[in-house]
């Protein structure tokens, strides 16, 4: 669990967090989101003691850092923007100095050193120096010294950062795990599409503080926004006839023809999609294809903005 309780950051005059409250629960993936400079990378730093911050509370899986920071730090899994790192050791030395602080036991530790360096794709790099790896390399490395220690609490700030396609995919997968394992997870990244598919909720912040946050479904429903609904018919139904059938349904809204298709903006549930689609057959409407497209986390991080800042 991760607890933090009326966060506020300050650098000298610049207040950079302000007033922040969140919660994170063993399994949860949080995903923060918000422009340069609107407070993501100050509150993983607060919550990790990377930074002090100037005043909250913050709790990692019931420990108070302020109190115990020590047992706190090695419930912490912190992967920061710019990750440190010594140029001069092996990647097996890297990831064994990590463990060792984490006070993972020495009997095995070699064993999970070569199978956290075989998860990341770097099992074939072990007795190659950190200086010698490429970018990505350098963060997938990183990535597997965050998360070889089995902290409870997980922060990561811009963890795809420099990673290609295939490892973005393997570090959704291994992020999965540990959430599935208990761990509470907070990611910020500038790639919405990928926290659409990774975090089971979302936060967007703006100048310090979160000005929305909850689940992707939920922050939708508050926001007031729709489904789309696409139809595509077949045979010798038309999009306009498909149109027409729409027009003046409760559930659906501004039904429009575009190229060869109805488009709409649908406002109900699973269930009421498919009695719809079972009305369209009973109307005599031959249907290629009947989707529901929901609105991207990217369409909603925009609209967010443009609310806030207007």
């Given at each position: ?19 922040l409250d969140l ?200 926001l007031e926004t ?21 027009e003046g349904n ?61």
């Amino acid at each position: 669990m991760i607890s933090v309780k009326s966060l506020r950051v300050d650098y000298d005059t610049v207040t950079a967090v302000e007033d922040l409250d969140l919660e994170v629960a063993p399994g949860e993936i949080f995903g923060l989101l918000g422009p340069n400079g609107a407070g993501k990378t100050s509150t993983i730093k607060a919550i990790a003691r990377a930074i002090e911050p100037t005043y909250g509370e913050i709790r990692i899986d019931g420990v108070d850092p302020d109190v115990h920071p020590e047992e706190a730090w090695r419930r912490i899994g912190y992967m920061p923007d710019l990750p440190p790192l010594y140029p001069d050791l092996t990647v097996r030395q890297y990831l064994d100095v990590f463990a060792a602080a984490h006070l993972v036991a020495r009997p095995g530790r070699a064993d999970r050193v070569r199978d956290w360096a075989a998860r990341v794709d770097l099992e074939k790099k072990l007795d190659t120096r950190v200086s010698e790896l490429s970018r990505g390399m350098k963060q997938r490395l990183v990535l597997a010294k965050t998360l070889l220690p089995e902290p409870k609490a997980l922060l990561l700030d811009e963890p795809a950062s420099g990673m290609d396609p295939i490892a973005r995919v393997e570090m959704r997968r291994l992020l999965h795990e540990a959430a599935a394992n208990g761990a509470a997870v907070v990611i910020s990244s500038h790639i919405l599409s990928e926290l659409d598919e990774l975090c089971t909720a979302v936060g967007v912040m703006e100048k310090g503080r979160m000005v929305v946050s909850g689940s992707i479904a939920d922050i939708r429903r508050r926001l007031e926004t729709g489904v789309r609904l696409r139809i595509r018919p077949a045979g010798a139904t038309s999009a306009e006839a498909v149109a027409a059938f729409l027009e003046g349904n409760p559930l659906v809204s501004g039904p429009a023809v575009a190229a060869g298709q109805c488009l709409a903006e649908f406002h109900g549930t699973e269930d009421q999609a498919a009695e719809l689609l079972s009305a369209l057959a009973g109307g005599g409407l031959t249907v290629a294809e009947f989707a529901l497209e929901h609105e991207s986390l990217e369409s909603l991080f925009m609209r967010i903005g443009a609310r806030e800042t207007s």
